[in-house]
C-alpha cells in the first residue's frame, strides 16, 4: 500500500512518529506534509495511493481542491482507508468524507509524547485500548480510577526500550466504555475525547495554549486587553482569531502581533481591533467555542 502522510515533518513528531509505524507495516509513504494541496490532489489522483493519515479537516480541504480542479475524488481517487487523528471527528464530517472519497475514515487517539494508546476498528465504536500500553483513566484531582462513562485524565505506561513512560499524565480527558465491541473484543475502549485538564486547546492539529498568546501581548504596551476565540466555519475547519483592546492605535501594529502568533504559535491567526469594554472582564483568555454534538 501507497499512504499520504499530511502530517508536519517540521518541529513536531507527528509525520515521522506515523511514518515509522507504516514503514514498519511495509507501507510504502509519501511524506506530504499539510501544504501543497494541489500538489497532493494531483498526487491521488496519479498514483494508486490507499491510504491517508492526518486531520480529518486536512482531507476535507483537499477534496475540496480537488473539486476545484476537476478531480472527483470519489472517482479519479483509489483511497480505501483514512486514518485521521489530532482533531476531534464529528459522526457528520465522517459521513461526508466518507461519502467523498469512498474510503473507511477511522481515528485513533494519541499525542505527541509517543502516545498512541487507542484506535477504531471497522465497526467505530469506541477506540480500542492499545494492548502494549497500560492506561488508566484518573480522577484529576483525586487520582482514583474513574468509573466508565465518565472523564478522566489519561494516566499511560509505555514499556518503549528507547523512551519509556512511566505513569505519565498528558491532561487529556477521555471517556471510556466497558461493553462489548461489534468486532468482537470485550476489553475497554475510549468513547470519545471530552478535553482538557489545563487551559489549552487544538487548532487545526496543533496545540495552543494561553501563555503563548500572552506572551506575545506582553511585548506590546499597546494593548490592553486580548482574547483568542476558535470557532468551527462554515467549511467543518478551524477559525483561530485573536481580539485586542487597543489603549491607543500604532501602525502595522496588529500585522505584526500576527507574524508573532505565526512565528510563536505556528498558525494563522486573524487579528482584529474591538472597541474597549468589548471583552469582558474575567473573560476567557483562550475561548474554544467549537461544538460537536
Same mark, same amino acid.
Given at each position: 500500500?501507497? $499512504?499520504?502522510?499530511?502530517?508536519?515533518?517540521?518541529?513536531?513528531?507527528?509525520?515521522?512518529?506515523?511514518?515509522?509505524?507504516? &514503514?514498519? !507495516?511495509?507501507?510504502?509513504?509519501?511524506?506530504?506534509?499539510?501544504?501543497?494541496?494541489?500538489?497532493?490532489?494531483? &498526487?491521488?489522483?496519479?498514483?494508486?495511493?490507499?491510504?491517508?493519515?492526518?486531520?480529518? =479537516?486536512?482531507?476535507?480541504?483537499?477534496?475540496?481542491?480537488?473539486?476545484?480542479?476537476?478531480?472527483?475524488?470519489?472517482?479519479?481517487?483509489?483511497?480505501?482507508?483514512?486514518?485521521?487523528?489530532?482533531?476531534?471527528?464529528?459522526?457528520?464530517?465522517?459521513?461526508?468524507?466518507?461519502?467523498?472519497?469512498?474510503? !473507511?475514515?477511522?481515528?485513533?487517539?494519541?499525542?505527541? #509524547?509517543?502516545?498512541?494508546?487507542?484506535?477504531?476498528?471497522?465497526?467505530?465504536?469506541? !477506540?480500542?485500548?492499545?494492548?502494549?500500553?497500560?492506561?488508566?483513566?484518573?480522577?484529576?484531582?483525586?487520582?482514583?480510577?474513574?468509573?466508565?462513562?465518565?472523564?478522566?485524565? $489519561?494516566?499511560?505506561? $509505555?514499556?518503549?526500550?528507547?523512551?519509556?513512560?512511566?505513569?505519565?499524565?498528558?491532561?487529556?480527558?477521555?471517556?471510556?466504555? #466497558? #461493553?462489548?465491541?461489534?468486532?468482537?473484543? =470485550?476489553?475497554?475502549?475510549?468513547?470519545?475525547?471530552?478535553?482538557?485538564? #489545563?487551559?489549552?486547546?487544538?487548532?487545526?492539529? !496543533?496545540?495552543?495554549?494561553?501563555?503563548? &498568546?500572552?506572551? &506575545?501581548?506582553?511585548?506590546?504596551?499597546e494593548v490592553q486587553r486580548w482574547q483568542a476565540v476558535v470557532e468551527k466555519n462554515a467549511q467543518g475547519t478551524d477559525d483561530f482569531r485573536v481580539a485586542v483592546e487597543l489603549a491607543s492605535e500604532a501602525a502595522g501594529l496588529l500585522d505584526k502581533i500576527t507574524q508573532e502568533l505565526r512565528d510563536h504559535v505556528r498558525l494563522r491567526a486573524e487579528v482584529n481591533a474591538v472597541a474597549p469594554g468589548t471583552i469582558a472582564e474575567g473573560a476567557k483568555r483562550l475561548d474554544d467555542r467549537r461544538s460537536y454534538e
Amino acid at each position: 500500500d501507497i $499512504v499520504l502522510n499530511t502530517f508536519s515533518y517540521h518541529l513536531t513528531p507527528g509525520g515521522f512518529g506515523l511514518e515509522d509505524q507504516l &514503514i514498519a !507495516m511495509g507501507c510504502a509513504v509519501v511524506p506530504a506534509g499539510p501544504q501543497n494541496t494541489e500538489v497532493q490532489v494531483e &498526487i491521488l489522483a496519479k498514483l494508486p495511493v490507499t491510504g491517508y493519515v492526518g486531520t480529518p =479537516t486536512f482531507l476535507k480541504l483537499l477534496c475540496d481542491k480537488a473539486v476545484e480542479t476537476g478531480v472527483d475524488p470519489a472517482k479519479d481517487w483509489s483511497l480505501e482507508v483514512a486514518f485521521v487523528t489530532a482533531e476531534k471527528l464529528p459522526e457528520q464530517l465522517r459521513a461526508e468524507l466518507q461519502e467523498r472519497t469512498g474510503a !473507511m475514515v477511522r481515528q485513533i487517539y494519541g499525542s505527541a #509524547d509517543g502516545l498512541y494508546p487507542a484506535y477504531e476498528c471497522w465497526a467505530a465504536s469506541g !477506540m480500542h485500548l492499545h494492548p502494549d500500553q497500560v492506561i488508566e483513566v484518573l480522577d484529576p484531582e483525586t487520582r482514583a480510577p474513574v468509573s466508565a462513562g465518565e472523564p478522566g485524565e $489519561v494516566v499511560a505506561t $509505555v514499556p518503549n526500550p528507547n523512551r519509556p513512560l512511566l505513569r505519565f499524565a498528558n491532561a487529556d480527558l477521555v471517556v471510556l466504555r #466497558d #461493553d462489548p465491541c461489534p468486532c468482537g473484543r =470485550t476489553g475497554s475502549r475510549i468513547a470519545r475525547v471530552a478535553g482538557r485538564v #489545563d487551559e489549552s486547546t487544538k487548532v487545526r492539529g !496543533m496545540f495552543v495554549y494561553p501563555d503563548q &498568546i500572552a506572551e &506575545i501581548m506582553a511585548r506590546h504596551p499597546e494593548v490592553q486587553r486580548w482574547q483568542a476565540v476558535v470557532e468551527k466555519n462554515a467549511q467543518g475547519t478551524d477559525d483561530f482569531r485573536v481580539a485586542v483592546e487597543l489603549a491607543s492605535e500604532a501602525a502595522g501594529l496588529l500585522d505584526k502581533i500576527t507574524q508573532e502568533l505565526r512565528d510563536h504559535v505556528r498558525l494563522r491567526a486573524e487579528v482584529n481591533a474591538v472597541a474597549p469594554g468589548t471583552i469582558a472582564e474575567g473573560a476567557k483568555r483562550l475561548d474554544d467555542r467549537r461544538s460537536y454534538e
